[in-house]
């Protein structure tokens, strides 16, 4: 499928258990994101890749981990959930930065309960 | 430090009403302005941007215009219909290298016939 994807799109799993959520993208877009999105807060920025192999932290990186060992993939990892993590989450990708301009195309979202 | 401040919601408008949701912004540098609309159980689409000052950016009858003198991105429309009912989000790109974006808290609006 043309875009980008997200799996699983529901997910419910016990504090204390590791989660992997994925994404994948077909446009070979360089950069991807995770978000999360709670209620008041909008959307936060988790971790960033400009490029396989080159990730970075945004705004609330703590209890997370990401890798990108190829361009159109950036899996998200909750080492060791907690109830606090219970939030949807939203991978986005965009082209190659070009004077700021570039937008973000959003995945639809994978919607993580931690009991 | 950068940030969208946004109008809180929700907003709920008859048919045809004219629509502003405010959103002011703090950053460095000179940002780009987006506006996000979020569809019931799906991801965030862009809707409209501006990439400098006195731009409007425009789209399905939405427009916004990128005001620097007051840091604002306010979205209007003339005239709403119901199919618009979705949750807003405005953000702007800035940061160290341009890879960091911020977000507003979203604004629900829900249209009623």
């Known amino acids: 499928d043309a875009g980008i994807t997200q799996s699983p799109r529901y997910k419910i799993t016990e504090t204390g258990r590791q989660v992997t959520l994925m994404c994948h993208q077909t446009?070979?877009?360089?950069?991807m994101f995770w978000y999360r999105q709670d209620l008041g807060h909008g959307l936060r920025l988790i971790y960033y890749s400009a490029a396989a192999d080159i990730t970075d932290k945004g705004e609330v990186p703590d209890g997370y981990v990401v890798s990108r060992s190829k361009t159109e993939n950036f899996p998200l990892t909750l080492e060791s959930a907690t109830r606090s993590q219970t939030s949807v989450y939203f991978c986005a990708s965009s082209e190659v930065e070009r004077y700021l301009r570039e937008t973000q195309y959003f995945g639809p979202g994978t919607r993580l309960l931690v009991l | 430090g950068n940030s969208v401040t946004q109008m809180e919601g929700p907003v709920t408008l008859s048919e045809e009403a004219f629509l502003t949701i405010n959103c002011t912004y703090t950053?460095?540098?000179?940002?780009?302005l987006f506006w996000y609309v979020q569809y019931p159980g799906e991801g965030l689409q862009l809707l409209l941007k501006a990439t400098k000052a006195d731009d409007k950016g425009s789209n399905k009858g939405f427009e916004a215009t990128y005001r620097k003198e007051t840091t604002s991105f306010h979205l209007e429309k003339g005239s709403v219909q119901v199919s618009d009912s979705a949750v807003y989000f405005c953000a702007l790109r800035a940061g160290r290298t341009g890879n960091q974006f911020y977000f507003g808290t979203g604004t629900s609006l829900t249209v009623i016939p």
């Open positions: 950053a460095t540098g000179y940002p780009s």
């Open positions: 446009w070979s877009h360089s950069y």
